[in-house]
């Protein structure tokens, strides 16, 4: 069935450094991905639509130049969170769909804690 | 604007009987709702997606009911096993094309005992 990868798993970083998390969809081409946040004990919040080829979207509230989004290819989008502070710590996880239907296939999350 | 509430957060029942969750949602009319399960610090994982014009799908010991007319959703798992305990979230899709962009209930997270 349709995988989608994410990596890292799990990463700490520094306050004031920056983070890329990457997502790929294996097995096939997803033009649009989407990244969300989920912090402890809450659900999933979306936080931006990766377009391939075109800039992303942003739901509101989210800051665009925080986070980065790069979808430079059919199988890969990027976030990078930038000079991340203590409250960017939290689950993130991207999501491609398949089928037309809006299914959505999600990768394992990254775990970020910022220190 | 569109709002999904899954009514309990916790639930726990003993091994073999069935698990009923339920998901309302608010402002929105979708042409399909869906059902993830999620494991601790994992991501979501598809279970069942449910057209407006079904009233009932079932996969396995998994049913789920679709209500246009109460905006509920319930969600079934018959012969519950402690291999079932996770969280489950239902999820609307926001776009009026189904493309996959989401949003989610909180979750009910089930808790099955042997």
């Known amino acids: 069935g349709a995988v989608v990868s994410q990596h890292p798993s799990w990463v700490i970083c520094k306050s004031g450094t920056s983070v890329k998390i990457e997502c790929r969809s294996l097995?096939?081409?997803?033009?649009?991905m989407f990244w969300y946040r989920q912090f402890p004990k809450q659900s999933l919040m979306l936080m931006a639509t990766?377009?391939?080829?075109?800039?992303?979207?942003?739901e509101q509230g989210v800051e665009k130049d925080k986070f980065l989004i790069n979808h430079a290819s059919l199988t890969l989008s990027t976030l990078t969170v930038t000079s991340a502070h203590p409250e960017d710590s939290s689950f993130y996880i991207c999501?491609?769909?398949?089928?037309?239907?809006?299914?959505?296939?999600f990768g394992q999350g990254t775990r970020l804690t910022v220190v | 604007s569109q709002k999904i509430e899954q009514n309990s957060e916790a639930l726990n029942i003993q091994e073999g009987k069935t698990a009923t969750l339920t998901c309302n949602y608010t402002?929105?009319?979708?042409?399909?709702l869906q059902w993830y399960r999620q494991d601790p610090g994992r991501g979501p994982v598809f279970l069942l997606l449910?057209?407006?014009?079904?009233k009932e799908k079932r996969k396995e010991r998994l049913k789920v009911t679709f209500d246009t007319t109460l905006k509920q959703s319930l969600f079934h798992i018959t012969a519950s096993q402690p291999a079932d305990s996770a969280t489950y979230l239902c999820?609307?899709?926001?776009?009026?094309?189904?493309?996959?962009?989401?949003?989610f209930g909180q979750g009910t997270t089930l808790q099955v005992k042997p």
């Open positions: 999501s491609a769909p398949r089928g037309g239907r809006g299914e959505a296939f």
């Open positions: 097995d096939f081409q997803a033009t649009t």
């Open positions: 990766s377009n391939e080829g075109s800039k992303a979207t942003y």
């Open positions: 402002n929105y009319s979708p042409a399909y």
């Open positions: 449910i057209r407006e014009n079904e």
């Open positions: 999820a609307l899709d926001l776009s009026s094309s189904n493309t996959g962009k989401l949003i």
